[in-house]
């Protein structure tokens, strides 16, 4: 195998296996793990502390257990976590980091079904006033605070600033990779291109920065070859399960550029200069825009998705519509008209991870690469 | 030169013989969808219908809800695709296509050349499809291809509103108890159905001809909510639910054709 | 000047609702502002700047209640707006749509024309308030950038930790002062702290007789059938900070007590039973809902709805009335939910709970299980779900709402009569 061949591999693995992660850390470093739930957590104070951050995205579930705590019009991430929090597959975390920036986190907030305590915190929403900033590095003093409590470390100032700089590190790395891939789409497809952003959420991150560094590295020193299908950019929740990655796939779709909650949205700005660490934190969230959890009365989102297109060469954008989602879905009609007004295609999909047959997906997708 | 079209959806199975891209000598529809032995016996009427055998064929495409499970298919395209290749061959004028069909409901804007402009679907729930007026005629105790009879004799439509086929249901049960003639509670049904419809043919574009495909299509009743709805002539495709098999055919065609260039 | 001291409670509230609507198309013709606001926003700024309101989740709940929220639903749904969304949200866009239209045309659309709704002018600015729910910003921002007008937001963070702590406090009455400022940008004139006082002061009168009213479905039987309240609630919501609410709240509450005196009560010696409704009306329903309860001799005298609006804070004080508006229940912990839902149970002297699962509402809706669990294991009170949606009609089956309250009912007579539940 290439190195090429052997990193992707070791990352899929690794995005494939939480658990096996958190196990090998364990063993590493002695240190546990604390779970971080979406979305825009400080996962920085917890890897300052010592311990891994490790994401939590649901999965891949049929529900039982939960539907008697939730009915069927949460999304799909929340039923799934919520089954996952009732088959103990969480009870392993020293703690959880919860953060609230819609309704549906603000309810499960309150009724963690697992046994590990439960860290919640607010962001703000009026997030250009410098009060905001104020209010959110209180919530997160608070958060440290509490960390320091449950896991009996102590987590300094000076720590803080260096896990800044080394998340900071992993987000120049993962831009570019982003960058990179969308020349090498035979080489990294879009399930590919996954996994290894993936990958992030259960490694300590200056190892999936020197990772996906080489990855890099690999990647420049080869030619790029001509690409003869067609290039979008996804935006929305997330785009799972591996299925509909494959379909993009196999319609020869590439995906050049995406605006995920769950990939580039968490590391396309970095987190700001500075001496205090929590204020630092807190005014990243000030600084991000373009997401529909980060309140904005002007609405960029479109605008900001018309610039990615024309940047990567885009032929078109697929709308991952997580299914109960409000905050995505109060966006679409917005987005989509100016994508209208401005001639720009879009395919909309279906995300729910709970699907098990996707022939709906297969049809729209074909149907569009047929389109365009 | 013989080309054929293969539509396999989740409740009917559909198969086109074309001659030389034009002359349709078999169109078959059997009510049983992918999965089960329909596809198998529709294929087989065809061919027996047109006097011919499966090597006759040049090219055969396969399309719909169980495109990929058509061993004899040499590709398969998207329904969508295939129902705009379809009506456009039958109604040149077509600009947007509603297709209701047994488990989903579709809008296709056409462009001037009957390509795919743009497109939106309902397929994840009952509700305005054929499935829905299945449960209905049940209910109603009134079979399905009566139910634009009673619809033209309804006085004033009932209200049949909800968006979930359960409980439209029960509402129609309900209303049942209630004495209200069924004229009106189906006239009240296919405005349900024709509201699901209308609302993705909006988010398209509503622009004449409008054309209506898709088993639905044959109950009038459907078709006239839906035109009153929309404020416009709505065209029923002939023999609305080959359609899809029909523009897969063409397909195939155009590429026997384009292949022999 | 039509003379209002001779009305009923009744009257009052017909009188001034419209009074409202007819103040907002008034103050659109001679050119002055009208303001679209969240229900549980802080009224008391625009108020003070002269400013005509409009409610959209009182005017989205009128339209429900007339029957009329299909038509504009489907205008909602053809723009592209999902139908697992608000409804509120939706009726409300749906509507402003075919506004906008009228605007841009000329032409006022069929759906218009025949909508039931009270003819409202188009915002020249918007104010939303999380407070009841995180759904009210994302659908202001719509509002905002569908008119291209400012809108002003004031961001009560979820309060995960009881009791609510300073630095919260001092993040909301921050916002406070930037509503001022940008208002005194969007009006033109400088803020008036001196008139801000005085609607502060009438705030606090109108809530004062709000809580009055509540106050009364304590007693049992009931004066006060609490489906009434969600009628004048219309009043809390549109008209707190001027005297509309307070002169028609004191009237019937006053209208409450003598009847209370004369031995005059809601359900005329018929009450059997008395519930807690928790959640919002369906509205689309509202005459069944009530009747079926009715019937069962069951009166509600218990909702968390009165407690909503009891926005008590000291006049003049930024951080009191930041904590008025923060502590909200459904805006606080399960804990402190259970609690108030706790006193509004036992206040009520309830012998069961109705949990509303509303469709349109995830906020409302996702707790149930947990709160009605832990509720039953403090009192011992039976309970039943059903599923609803304030102002869909398509999310209701009036046959299923029947089912629930019948064996609701069923269990309260098993309880009074010492039989076991379990």
């Given at each position: 195998?290439?190195?090429?061949?052997?990193?992707i591999?070791e990352?899929?693995?690794?995005?494939?296996?939480?658990?096996?992660?958190m196990?090998?850390?364990?063993?590493?470093?002695?240190?546990?793990?604390?779970?971080?739930?979406?979305?825009?957590?400080?996962?920085?104070?917890?890897?300052?502390?010592?311990?891994?951050?490790?994401g939590?995205?649901?999965?891949?579930?049929?529900?039982?257990?939960?539907?008697?705590?939730?009915?069927?019009?949460?999304?799909?991430?929340?039923q799934?976590?919520?089954?996952?929090?009732l088959?103990?597959?969480?009870?392993?975390l020293?703690?959880?980091?919860?953060p609230?920036?819609c309704?549906?986190?603000?309810?499960?907030?309150?009724?963690?079904?697992?046994?590990?305590?439960?860290?919640?915190?607010t962001?703000?929403?009026?997030?250009?006033?410098?009060?905001?900033?104020?209010?959110?590095?209180?919530?997160?003093r608070?958060?440290?605070?509490?960390?320091?409590?449950?896991?009996?470390v102590?987590?300094?100032?000076?720590?803080?600033?260096?896990?800044?700089?080394?998340?900071?590190?992993?987000?120049k790395v993962?831009?570019?990779f982003?960058d990179?891939?969308?020349?090498?789409?035979?080489?990294i497809?879009?399930?590919?291109?996954?996994?290894?952003?993936?990958?992030?959420?259960?490694?300590e991150?200056?190892?999936?920065?020197?990772?996906?560094?080489?990855?890099?590295?690999?990647?420049?020193?080869?030619?790029?070859?001509?690409f003869?299908?067609?290039k979008?950019?996804?935006?929305?929740?997330?785009?799972?399960?591996?299925?509909?990655?494959?379909?993009?796939?196999?319609?020869?779709?590439?995906?050049?550029?995406?605006?995920?909650a769950?990939?580039?949205?968490?590391?396309?700005?970095?987190?700001?200069?500075?001496?205090?660490?929590?204020y630092?934190?807190?005014?990243?969230?000030?600084?991000?825009?373009?997401?529909?959890?980060?309140?904005?009365a002007?609405?960029?989102?479109?605008?900001?998705?018309?610039?990615?297109?024309?940047?990567?060469?885009?032929?078109?954008?697929v709308?991952?519509?997580?299914?109960?989602?409000?905050?995505e879905?109060?966006?679409?009609?917005?987005?989509?008209?100016?994508?209208?007004?401005?001639?720009?295609?879009?395919?909309?999909?279906?995300?729910?991870?709970?699907?098990?047959?996707?022939?709906?997906?297969?049809?729209?997708?074909?149907?569009?690469?047929e389109?365009? | 030169?013989?080309?054929?079209?293969?539509?396999?959806?989740?409740?009917?199975?559909?198969?086109?013989?074309?001659?030389?891209?034009?002359?349709?000598?078999?169109?078959?529809?059997?009510?049983?969808?992918?999965?089960?032995?329909?596809?198998?016996?529709?294929?087989?009427e065809?061919?027996?219908?047109?006097?011919?055998?499966?090597?006759?064929?040049?090219?055969?495409?396969?399309?719909?809800?169980?495109?990929?499970?058509?061993e004899?298919?040499?590709?398969?395209?998207?329904?969508?695709?295939?129902?705009?290749?379809?009506?456009?061959?039958?109604?040149?004028s077509?600009?947007?296509?509603?297709?209701?069909g047994?488990?989903?409901?579709?809008?296709?804007?056409?462009?001037?050349k009957?390509?795919?402009?743009?497109?939106?679907?309902?397929?994840?729930?009952?509700?305005?499809?054929?499935?829905?007026?299945?449960?209905?005629?049940?209910?109603?105790?009134?079979?399905?291809?009566?139910?634009?009879?009673?619809?033209?004799?309804a006085?004033?439509?009932?209200?049949?509103?909800?968006?979930?086929?359960?409980?439209?249901?029960?509402?129609?049960i309900?209303?049942?108890?209630?004495?209200?003639?069924?004229?009106?509670?189906?006239?009240?049904?296919?405005?349900?159905?024709?509201?699901?419809?209308?609302?993705?043919?909006?988010?398209?574009?509503?622009?004449?001809?409008?054309?209506?495909?898709?088993?639905?299509?044959?109950?009038?009743?459907?078709?006239?909510?839906i035109?009153?709805?929309?404020?416009?002539?709505?065209?029923?495709?002939?023999?609305?639910?080959?359609?899809?098999?029909?523009?897969?055919?063409?397909?195939?065609?155009?590429?026997?054709?384009?292949?022999?260039k | 000047?039509?003379?209002?001291?001779?009305?009923?409670?009744?009257?009052?509230?017909?009188?001034?609702?419209?009074?409202?609507?007819?103040?907002?198309?008034?103050?659109?013709?001679?050119?002055?502002?009208?303001?679209?606001?969240?229900?549980?926003?802080?009224?008391?700024?625009?108020?003070?700047m002269?400013?005509?309101m409009?409610?959209p989740?009182?005017?989205?709940?009128?339209?429900?209640?007339?029957?009329?929220?299909?038509?504009?639903?489907?205008?909602?749904?053809e723009?592209?707006?999902?139908?697992?969304t608000c409804?509120?949200?939706?009726?409300?866009?749906?509507?402003?749509?075919?506004?906008?239209q009228?605007?841009?045309?000329?032409i006022?659309?069929?759906?218009?024309?025949?909508?039931?709704?009270a003819?409202?002018?188009?915002?020249?600015?918007?104010?939303?308030?999380?407070?009841?729910?995180n759904?009210?910003?994302?659908?202001?921002?719509?509002?905002?950038?569908?008119?291209?007008?400012?809108?002003?937001?004031?961001?009560?963070?979820?309060?995960h930790?009881?009791?609510?702590?300073?630095?919260?406090?001092?993040?909301?009455?921050?916002?406070?002062?930037?509503?001022?400022?940008?208002l005194e940008?969007?009006?033109?004139?400088?803020?008036?702290?001196?008139?801000?006082?005085?609607v502060?002061e009438?705030?606090?009168?109108?809530?004062?007789?709000?809580?009055?009213?509540?106050?009364?479905?304590?007693?049992?039987?009931?004066?006060?059938?609490?489906?009434?309240?969600?009628?004048?609630?219309?009043?809390?919501?549109?008209?707190?900070s001027?005297?509309?609410?307070?002169?028609t709240?004191?009237?019937?509450?006053?209208?409450?007590?003598?009847?209370?005196?004369?031995?005059?009560?809601?359900?005329?010696?018929?009450?059997?039973?008395?519930?807690?409704?928790?959640?919002?009306?369906?509205?689309?329903h509202?005459?069944?809902?009530?009747?079926?309860?009715?019937?069962l001799?069951?009166?509600?005298?218990?909702?968390?709805?009165?407690?909503?609006?009891?926005?008590?804070?000291?006049?003049?004080?930024?951080?009191?009335?930041?904590?008025?508006?923060?502590r909200?229940?459904?805006?606080?912990?399960?804990?402190?939910?259970?609690?108030?839902?706790?006193?509004?149970?036992?206040?009520?002297?309830?012998?069961?709970?109705?949990?509303?699962?509303n469709?349109?509402?995830?906020?409302?809706?996702?707790?149930?299980?947990?709160?009605?669990?832990?509720l039953?294991?403090?009192?011992?009170?039976?309970?039943?779900?059903?599923?609803?949606?304030?102002?869909?009609?398509?999310?209701?089956?009036?046959?299923?709402?029947?089912?629930?309250?019948?064996?609701?009912?069923?269990?309260m007579?098993?309880?009074k009569?010492?039989?076991?539940?379990?």
């Amino acid at each position: 195998m290439s190195r090429i061949e052997t990193i992707i591999s070791e990352l899929s693995s690794i995005s494939n296996n939480p658990r096996k992660a958190m196990e090998d850390y364990k063993k590493e470093t002695g240190k546990g793990s604390v779970g971080v739930m979406p979305y825009y957590a400080p996962e920085e104070i917890i890897h300052a502390a010592g311990f891994l951050p490790v994401g939590i995205w649901g999965g891949q579930k049929s529900i039982s257990k939960a539907r008697a705590y939730l009915p069927p019009f949460a999304c799909s991430i929340m039923q799934s976590v919520m089954e996952m929090q009732l088959e103990g597959v969480y009870d392993d975390l020293e703690a959880v980091l919860f953060p609230v920036p819609c309704d549906t986190l603000k309810c499960l907030s309150q009724k963690w079904k697992g046994t590990s305590p439960v860290i919640v915190f607010t962001h703000p929403q009026n997030r250009k006033l410098e009060a905001a900033n104020k209010f959110l590095a209180e919530e997160y003093r608070l958060v440290r605070e509490k960390l320091e409590t449950i896991l009996n470390v102590k987590i300094t100032d000076e720590a803080l600033n260096q896990s800044i700089e080394t998340y900071n590190e992993n987000r120049k790395v993962m831009r570019e990779f982003t960058d990179l891939a969308a020349n090498y789409p035979q080489i990294i497809d879009p399930r590919i291109r996954h996994a290894i952003i993936k990958a992030r959420f259960f490694m300590e991150k200056s190892k999936h920065t020197a990772m996906v560094k080489e990855l890099n590295s690999e990647l420049k020193s080869l030619p790029v070859e001509a690409f003869t299908g067609k290039k979008v950019v996804l935006t929305g929740i997330m785009a799972e399960p591996n299925e509909v990655l494959d379909i993009l796939k196999d319609n020869g779709f590439a995906v050049v550029a995406d605006d995920l909650a769950q990939e580039s949205r968490l590391f396309r700005n970095d987190v700001p200069s500075g001496t205090d660490p929590l204020y630092r934190l807190a005014k990243w969230w000030q600084e991000f825009d373009g997401c529909s959890l980060a309140t904005d009365a002007k609405k960029s989102r479109g605008p900001m998705l018309m610039e990615m297109v024309k940047g990567s060469k885009a032929d078109a954008v697929v709308v991952c519509m997580m299914k109960f989602c409000d905050p995505e879905e109060f966006d679409y009609p917005i987005y989509y008209r100016q994508f209208e007004e401005a001639g720009i295609k879009s395919l909309f999909i279906e995300i729910d991870l709970e699907t098990t047959s996707f022939e709906q997906t297969k049809t729209r997708v074909q149907s569009f690469s047929e389109m365009l | 030169m013989f080309t054929m079209g293969i539509d396999i959806g989740s409740s009917s199975s559909k198969v086109v013989i074309l001659e030389d891209g034009v002359n349709i000598i078999a169109g078959e529809v059997i009510q049983i969808g992918t999965g089960s032995t329909g596809p198998k016996r529709v294929l087989n009427e065809a061919l027996s219908k047109a006097g011919l055998k499966l090597e006759d064929m040049a090219k055969i495409i396969a399309t719909g809800y169980g495109r990929s499970s058509v061993e004899e298919a040499h590709k398969q395209i998207s329904e969508i695709s295939c129902q705009a290749k379809g009506v456009f061959f039958l109604v040149p004028s077509a600009k947007l296509i509603i297709d209701i069909g047994g488990q989903d409901v579709k809008a296709i804007r056409l462009d001037s050349k009957g390509g795919v402009k743009q497109f939106f679907m309902n397929d994840k729930c009952a509700a305005g499809t054929g499935r829905f007026l299945d449960v209905m005629s049940r209910v109603l105790e009134v079979n399905l291809d009566e139910m634009a009879e009673y619809d033209a004799r309804a006085t004033e439509p009932a209200t049949v509103s909800s968006t979930c086929t359960v409980f439209a249901e029960s509402e129609v049960i309900s209303q049942l108890s209630n004495g209200v003639a069924k004229e009106n509670i189906i006239a009240g049904v296919h405005q349900s159905v024709a509201s699901k419809a209308c609302g993705l043919a909006y988010r398209c574009g509503v622009e004449e001809d409008i054309v209506m495909c898709g088993g639905v299509a044959k109950d009038l009743g459907v078709v006239r909510a839906i035109s009153k709805e929309l404020k416009k002539p709505v065209i029923v495709a002939p023999n609305p639910q080959i359609t899809a098999a029909l523009g897969a055919a063409i397909f195939a065609f155009e590429e026997v054709r384009g292949a022999n260039k | 000047m039509t003379d209002t001291t001779a009305m009923s409670a009744k009257e009052l509230l017909g009188f001034y609702q419209e009074e409202l609507y007819e103040e907002a198309r008034r103050a659109k013709k001679e050119g002055k502002l009208v303001c679209w606001s969240a229900s549980v926003a802080p009224s008391e700024f625009c108020v003070a700047m002269d400013v005509a309101m409009i409610y959209p989740e009182t005017h989205a709940a009128g339209i429900g209640a007339r029957k009329g929220a299909l038509d504009v639903l489907e205008v909602a749904d053809e723009k592209g707006y999902n139908v697992d969304t608000c409804s509120y949200a939706r009726v409300n866009l749906g509507y402003m749509e075919l506004l906008k239209q009228e605007a841009l045309t000329g032409i006022t659309p069929e759906k218009l024309e025949k909508s039931p709704a009270a003819r409202i002018p188009l915002p020249d600015f918007v104010i939303t308030c999380n407070n009841i729910c995180n759904t009210l910003l994302k659908w202001y921002e719509n509002l905002a950038v569908e008119l291209n007008i400012p809108c002003i937001i004031i961001d009560v963070p979820f309060n995960h930790t009881m009791p609510i702590p300073q630095y919260a406090k001092d993040y909301i009455a921050e916002q406070f002062k930037e509503a001022i400022t940008q208002l005194e940008e969007i009006c033109g004139k400088k803020f008036d702290y001196d008139k801000f006082l005085k609607v502060q002061e009438q705030t606090q009168r109108s809530v004062a007789q709000w809580n009055r009213i509540a106050a009364l479905s304590s007693h049992k039987p009931s004066p006060l059938n609490g489906f009434d309240l969600f009628n004048y609630m219309a009043l809390i919501v549109c008209a707190r900070s001027k005297d509309y609410a307070e002169i028609t709240f004191k009237k019937f509450a006053d209208e409450l007590e003598e009847n209370l005196n004369k031995g005059i009560f809601a359900f005329k010696g018929n009450e059997q039973k008395r519930v807690t409704w928790e959640g919002i009306a369906v509205w689309p329903h509202l005459g069944h809902t009530f009747k079926g309860l009715k019937n069962l001799g069951n009166i509600m005298t218990g909702s968390a709805y009165p407690g909503l609006w009891n926005v008590s804070y000291t006049p003049g004080d930024m951080s009191s009335m930041a904590e008025a508006y923060t502590r909200i229940y459904i805006n606080t912990c399960l804990d402190n939910k259970v609690k108030v839902l706790s006193d509004v149970i036992s206040g009520g002297k309830c012998d069961g709970v109705i949990y509303h699962q509303n469709r349109s509402c995830k906020l409302m809706s996702f707790l149930n299980v947990e709160t009605a669990d832990i509720l039953q294991k403090e009192n011992g009170l039976p309970y039943v779900s059903f599923d609803g949606d304030q102002t869909d009609p398509r999310n209701f089956s009036p046959a299923q709402f029947d089912t629930r309250i019948q064996a609701l009912d069923e269990m309260m007579k098993q309880n009074k009569e010492g039989v076991s539940n379990e």
